[in-house]
């Protein structure tokens, strides 16, 4: 997993590096090789290798997924959305440049990733329109455009664990469905529903997890600002409390492993992964 996380880091560099010099690109690098968890192109690759494929062709795919992600933490981190000064431990984009450069560094890395997916020219044109389509519906107004959108509503609905779940089924497992079903688009068709299934929990698991850490932790440890709570934002802590909000991600994770039961792939690669989003502290 850590060669695989290396040539992730170098791709994501080879692509930013493209951009033509100035301050677009200073922020672009910035935010794109800040670190980070890297959970998406590595789940991508982990279901590839999970089916005896070498990532190393696709590197580039998952790569436009990582870049999806990285705007929408720029987006997100404006003074309009959820108004957060750290990421990664970090001055916000907006607070390390300005408000319309981080805008428009948003613009760039999300127009940007769809230039890098179009531009796979060895996947044959009905995968690669498949791989499109799987990754606009998924960061659009369908994903998580739809879920900060749902997230930021004044509507005066209250609170309710539907509600919540709908929300973060668009604003954070849209995103992570997305490279599983786009790996198994490129290896197995049958099994993209199986997969489509697994990033809805193993998404909701994570989104959790986030919420008991905005409770637990500490901007030192999580490198974020700690938001939530200055936002008065519901969160499945605040509703359910922090006992049925383990419970809750016991549930999901369970669903992912009898998921993954059911596909016929070598399971340790990614049944590693998993272990780590798994003993995530909160």
């Given at each position: ?140 107004s369908h994903g998580i455009v ?55 929990s193993l998404g909701l698991a ?77």
């Amino acid at each position: 997993m850590q060669t695989t996380r290396q040539d992730i880091e170098n791709t994501l560099r080879e692509i930013v590096d493209r951009m033509p010099e100035g301050t677009l690109y200073e922020a672009a690098k910035y935010a794109l090789l800040s670190g980070g968890k890297r959970l998406r192109p590595l789940l991508f690759c982990a279901v590839l290798e999970s089916y005896r494929i070498d990532p190393k062709p696709y590197l580039e795919i998952a790569s436009s997924v990582e870049m999806i992600h990285n705007y929408s933490l720029i987006h997100d981190d404006l003074p309009a959305m959820d108004d957060d000064d750290l990421r990664r431990g970090r001055p916000t984009v907006h607070r390390q440049f300005d408000e319309a450069t981080a805008i428009l560094t948003g613009d760039a890395l999300l127009t940007d990733a769809f230039k890098v997916l179009a531009s796979q020219t060895h996947i044959k044109p009905v995968r690669l329109s498949r791989l499109i389509d799987i990754l606009a519906t998924h960061s659009g107004s369908h994903g998580i455009v739809h879920g900060q959108s749902l997230d930021l509503a004044k509507d005066g609905q209250p609170p309710s664990i539907e509600r919540l779940r709908t929300i973060h089924i668009h604003k954070t497992a849209r995103l992570l469905q997305a490279p599983l079903m786009m790996a198994a688009t490129l290896v197995n068709d049958k099994d993209i529903k199986t997969w489509q299934s697994v990033g809805e929990s193993l998404g909701l698991a994570f989104q959790i997890q986030d919420d008991l850490l905005e409770i637990t932790g500490a901007e030192e440890t999580t490198g974020k600002s700690m938001s939530d709570e200055r936002n008065k934002k519901t969160t499945y802590a605040t509703l359910l409390g922090i006992k049925k909000s383990k419970a809750l991600i016991d549930e999901e994770f369970a669903q992912v492993d009898r998921l993954l039961e059911g596909l016929a792939i070598d399971k340790a690669p990614f049944d590693s992964l998993l272990k780590k989003i798994k003993n995530r502290h909160y």
